[in-house]
């Protein structure tokens, strides 16, 4: 049986090398898929890592805002597309134009999501199922449409971006936390499957991160929220965004399956 050459990325971590110059551009060649990569988290996940030299298949509904993410990304050979995750054949389609224009697909972060609050007595149906439409459907969508060439080249990393939410829960946010804790059964899920293929699969949960999603919270919760975050703050999106590039990178090429917080040590 013969396999394709590995991309830069996969032939550093076959290397066993650790050092930082192996760091350096290791996506080099390699083409990174980032939901909700317009704005927010998923904008600073894309910018990491086009830093190390991938090209980034930014993925949103709002075309022209994610055609505006791509102009603050480093590097070249990125391109926006206009899709929504929770349609299984729009990623079907995009997975397609991404691969033929760009290239095949090494790492999917599957970052895009969305909140509809309220209590459970309030809470509409609508707001049920859009959320698991979109934050956990969208996550099982994309991940299927890229697996196939995954699994073909023995090589990728899929990086779910779940949230503290779906392992704490949270008063008004039933449907957001019961979207998380089902991507943190398919992380594992997923990981464990797919391991004897060399695909990993893990999750980053994020505390309270500064982006429009929090933006509207009032001062006084926010102030709540800091006296009980050890280090006293709301998170940037470039702390959870440098998590999500170690792992889906080859510094982290023995850990999969596992669920990391990024919290300020909110949920120890
Ligand atoms: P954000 O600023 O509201 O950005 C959300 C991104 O997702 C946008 O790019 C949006 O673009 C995209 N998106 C939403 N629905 C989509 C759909 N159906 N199809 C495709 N793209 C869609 O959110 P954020 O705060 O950066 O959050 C990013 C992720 O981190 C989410 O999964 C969120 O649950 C999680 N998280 C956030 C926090 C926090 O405190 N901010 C905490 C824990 C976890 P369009 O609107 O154009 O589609």
New binding site residues.
Partial sequence: MTRRAGTESERTAASGKTGAEDRAGEFAGSVAIV?????????AVARALARDGARIAV????AE??GA?LESLPGEGHASYS?????PVACKRAVKSIESGQGPVSVLV??????RDNILLRLRDNDWNDVI???LG?GFNMTRAVVRPMMKRRAGSIVN?????GLMGNPGQAN?AAS?AGLHGLTKSVARELASRNIRCNAV??????????AGLKESVVDDLKRRIPLAR??D?AD?ACVVRFLAGSEARYITGQIIAVDGGMTM
Avoid at 35 to 43: E, V
């Fill in positions: 939901t909700g990569g317009s704005r927010g988290i998923g904008l993925v949103a509904r709002n805002r994610a993410a899709c929504d995750v929770a349609d599957n970052n895009a999501g969305i909140t439409a979109t934050n969208g971006v779940t949230s503290v939410i957001y998380k949960a994020p505390g309270f991160i500064r982006t429009d999603m929090t709301l998170g999106p959870v």
